[in-house]
């Protein structure tokens, strides 16, 4: 796989984890929330013009194209290395205790927070896909896998 390639799978997995409803349209307020949980740095000011350029009538969605186009611009300076970097910095902020890995619930709140458009049962389904050896927890590989689709 290509790094391009990587990259749109990234991508892609982040929009249909927020497109909950399977619109083909996600929130341009989420953007941001998605962006930091890839653990990806942005400029604010830079972000919301990208948002205007793909949403000009502002209808406060983008479709896959739109997203794309706005995530792939703050996923470019980025190397493989600083990516997994940023998501063990993100996967720290929530293990808390250093165990090397989160509880579902902690996930479950993670997503719930991210998307308040998620019902318990979606939630529940992300889990289940994530925690495949049902243990209850994530660990960073888990998460890695969930956020970057490898």
Request: aromatic share 8%.
């Amino acid at each position: 796989m290509s790094d391009e390639e990587q990259k749109l799978a990234v991508i892609r997995k982040a929009f249909a984890m927020f497109d909950t409803t399977k619109s083909g349209y996600i929130d341009t307020m989420k953007i941001a929330t998605i962006l930091n949980t890839m653990g990806q740095l942005f400029d604010e000011n830079e972000l919301n013009s990208l948002i205007t350029k793909n949403d000009p009538d502002r209808t406060g969605k983008v479709n896959f194209d739109g997203f794309c186009d706005i995530a792939s611009h703050f996923l470019e300076e980025d190397d493989d290395e600083s990516t997994t970097q940023e998501l063990k910095e993100a996967f720290r902020l929530y293990d808390r205790e250093g165990n090397g890995y989160i509880t579902t619930a902690t996930l479950k709140e993670i997503l719930g927070a991210l998307d308040d458009k998620l019902t318990n049962r979606d939630l529940d389904g992300i889990i289940a896909e994530i925690d495949t050896d049902g243990s209850g927890t994530v660990d960073f590989d888990e998460f890695m896998e969930m956020m970057t689709g490898d």
